[in-house]
């Protein structure tokens, strides 16, 4: 059985094999057939419901005047919920003869980030015309908002880098209604890393084709959900023997 060193060593080496095929395509940050409703329910849904509570409270107490910024402050974090934790993700797909390249980030405007940057020093310069004023002591109230103007001075895109290697007995999964092709193998994987998104039927076909011709025709399965496909004996026994392994080496 290949060693943990070993998978190390090749994932390490595939930077330097030739591209096959490359590709990009964009997925939303929640995927399936409810995706688009679970994304409203966390992020828009619970500021509606404090929206519709604020505008009761005002009109009961007749603090009109507050309405304004209330809004306003609502307004801005549905855009950080929206951009910061919601937002697609995009992925650039490197295909190679021993394995895949992946490079992903959140789909996020650079105006975004220019926001998000641009409040940051405007809230480190109020830190520092209040501490001229009052003194040091405006720290003790306001220290969490400098802290946090200050981690977003230089915030800008991150871009994760990820290996998987070809190994083993391999299967792959044409996920259809969710627009991506999964690829297993016994007993190293990782499944929410495996996902090859694609954004035509004609680009899925160039895929498969790729894969296929790679891998000399490995063992294949269509689903409609990954849910679904969870429940396909390969991918049971593919957790089973990861169990089994992580338990040896617990002990």
């Not at 057939?33 to 009961?60: D, E, M």
């Not at 020093?121 to 002591?137: E, K, L, N, Q, S």
Request: charged share 20%; aromatic share 16%.
């Amino acid at each position: 059985m290949i060693s943990k060193e070993e998978i190390k060593q090749r994932q390490a080496q595939l930077d330097k094999e030739p591209i096959i095929y490359e590709w990009e395509a964009i997925y939303p940050a929640i995927v399936g057939k409810n995706g688009k409703l679970i994304r409203f329910c966390i992020g828009a849904l619970p500021l509606l419901i404090v929206a519709i509570l604020y505008t009761w409270f005002v009109v009961h107490k007749e603090a009109y005047i507050t309405l304004i910024p209330m809004y306003i402050g609502l307004g801005l974090a549905c855009y950080f919920v929206y951009f910061l934790q919601l937002s697609d993700n995009k992925c650039r797909y490197q295909l190679t003869q021993k394995g895949v390249i992946t490079y992903t980030q959140q789909n996020i405007p650079e105006s975004v980030y220019g926001f998000f940057r641009g409040f940051a020093w405007f809230g480190m310069g109020v830190c520092v015309v209040a501490a001229v004023v009052v003194g040091p002591a405006v720290f003790v109230g306001a220290g969490a908002f400098a802290l946090m103007s200050f981690s977003f001075r230089n915030f800008k895109p991150q871009i994760d880098k990820d290996n998987h290697i070809f190994i083993n007995d391999i299967k792959i999964f044409d996920i259809y209604d969710e627009n991506h092709i999964m690829f297993m193998s016994k007993p190293f994987f990782i499944a929410a890393k495996t996902r090859l998104f694609y954004n035509t039927l004609e680009e899925k076909k160039i895929i498969l084709e790729k894969l296929n011709k790679i891998l000399i025709e490995p063992s294949f399965a269509r689903f409609t959900s990954t849910k679904e496909a969870y429940q396909d004996d390969f991918i049971k026994n593919a957790f089973k023997l990861h169990n089994e392994m992580y338990r040896e080496n617990q002990e």
